[in-house]
């Protein structure tokens, strides 16, 4: 039978500390997902700003914050393939393209919505 791991807080606790590793991670490693947190720094204020509604703010806001979790994701995607082979291969090429797209239209996500938002 397996080892039980930590349950309630104290696994809530370890959670919460292997976020911060990872953000921290992406933070020093991903040249992307620092230019995407000062934007996010700049941006956020601004959303808060000119939001007229609860629901505005909130839309301006999660674009931006969806932004950086894709953008995680797409990291892990890369530090993934990198760690199975340095070697080109057609599924691993694929894999970041993806992810990468991925980012993309997140950040189209952003342009949208704040156009739609903001001068609709």
């Known amino acids: ?3 039980q791991g930590n349950a309630g807080l104290t696994r809530i606790f370890k959670a919460f500390f292997y976020s911060m590793n990872g953000i ?3 933070f020093v490693n991903e040249a992307a997902f620092r230019q995407e947190v000062f934007l ?8 808060l700003w000119f939001g007229e509604t609860g629901v505005e703010k909130a839309l301006l806001v999660t674009t931006l914050l969806l932004v950086l979790i894709v953008e995680l994701l797409n990291t892990g995607i890369e530090a993934v393939v990198d760690r199975v082979g ?4 057609e599924l691993s090429g694929m894999a970041k393209d993806i992810a990468s797209a991925s980012v993309f239209l997140s950040l ?13």
């Open 1 to 3: 039978m397996a080892q």
């Open 24 to 26: 921290k991670a992406a």
């Open 40 to 47: 996010t720094v700049v941006l956020l204020p601004v959303a």
């Open 86 to 89: 340095t070697e080109h291969h």
């Open 108 to 120: 189209l996500n952003v342009v949208v919505v704040w156009g739609l938002v903001l001068f609709l």
